[in-house]
C-alpha cells in the first residue's frame, strides 16, 4: 500500500511520545548509544540506495547542479528561519504555550527533511518503505526524548506528518502514471542512487561525524528528472 511507510511512521510518532509520557529521566549514555546505533542504520541503507545506479554522471551531475541550486536558493537557512520564527511565535516562557511548543518543534523536525521527501517518494513510485520505516524509528526514539521535556504536544505531531508524506507519495504515483515507463524506471533508479547519498549524508550527520546542509541539496532529485529528459531527448 502506498501509505503503509507514512502510517506507520505516525504510529511510531505517537507510540514514543506515549513511552515519553511515562519515562521521565533517560541517562544521556543510553541516548546516544541508541542514537548512534541508528545513524549507522541510516548510513547502511543509504549504501544499498547508492549502489543501484545504472547512470552514475546522472547521479554526480544532479547533486551537484542541485548544490549549487539548494547554496543560492539558501533553503536550509530559509528553513531553519522558518523554525525560529514559529518557535518564537508560539513558544514563549508562558506554560499554556508548553502544548503548542511541543507540537510545533516536533512537527518541524519531523517535516524538514530529505528522508521526508525522499522516502515519501520511494513509496509513492516503487511501493518501497525501507526509508520511512527508518525515519520511523528515529522519530520514534526522537519523540520519547521530546516529550520527557516538551510534553504532549509532541504527539500530536503526526497529523502534519501523515498529511505532508502522504500527500508526496500520492503525487508521485500521478507521476508514475503519466509518464512514460522506461523513462519513469530510469528516474526511480538514478533518484534512488541520488536519494541514497543524502541519506548516507543524513547518517554521517546523526552520528556527528559530518556536518552537511543537507537541505540544501533536496534540488539534486528535479535535477534528476531533467538529466533523464534531456538523455530520452537526445536518444541517449
Request: aromatic content about 8%; proline content about 2%.
Amino acid at each position: 500500500m502506498v501509505l503503509t511507510g507514512t502510517l506507520v511512521n505516525g504510529v511510531t510518532i505517537i507510540i514514543g511520545s506515549l513511552m515519553g509520557l511515562l519515562f521521565h529521566r533517560i541517562p544521556e549514555r543510553m541516548k546516544t548509544t541508541i542514537m548512534q546505533a541508528l545513524a549507522l542504520a541510516v548510513v547502511l541503507l543509504g549504501i544499498q540506495m547508492g549502489l543501484q545506479t545504472e547512470q552514475f554522471l546522472i547521479v554526480v551531475g544532479s547533486l551537484v547542479t542541485g548544490a549549487w541550486a539548494g547554496e543560492r536558493l539558501r533553503i536550509e537557512d530559509g528553513l531553519e528561519s522558518v523554525g525560529q520564527w514559529v518557535e518564537k511565535r508560539m513558544g514563549s516562557s508562558g506554560t499554556e504555550n508548553t502544548v503548542a511548543k511541543g507540537f510545533v518543534t516536533a512537527t518541524l523536525v519531523y517535516v524538514v527533511g530529505a528522508m521526508a521527501v525522499l522516502g515519501a517518494m520511494d513509496s509513492g513510485l516503487r511501493q518501497e518503505h525501507d526509508v520511512l520505516f527508518t525515519k520511523s524509528m528515529l522519530d520514534g526514539f526522537s519523540a520519547l526524548i521530546f516529550t520527557t521535556t516538551m510534553g504532549i504536544g509532541v504527539l500530536f505531531s503526526f497529523i502534519p506528518v501523515v498529511i505532508y508524506q502522504g500527500s508526496i507519495a500520492l503525487f508521485a504515483v500521478q507521476i508514475n502514471r503519466l509518464v512514460p515507463q522506461e523513462a519513469m524506471d530510469t528516474f526511480i533508479t538514478e533518484m534512488t542512487a541520488t536519494g541514497g547519498v543524502m541519506i548516507i549524508a543524513i547518517g554521517l550527520k546523526l552520528a556527528g561525524l559530518l556536518e552537511i546542509r543537507v537541505a540544501n541539496l533536496l534540488p539534486a532529485i528535479p535535477m534528476v528528472a531533467f538529466f533523464v529528459f534531456i538523455i530520452r531527448l537526445f536518444g541517449g
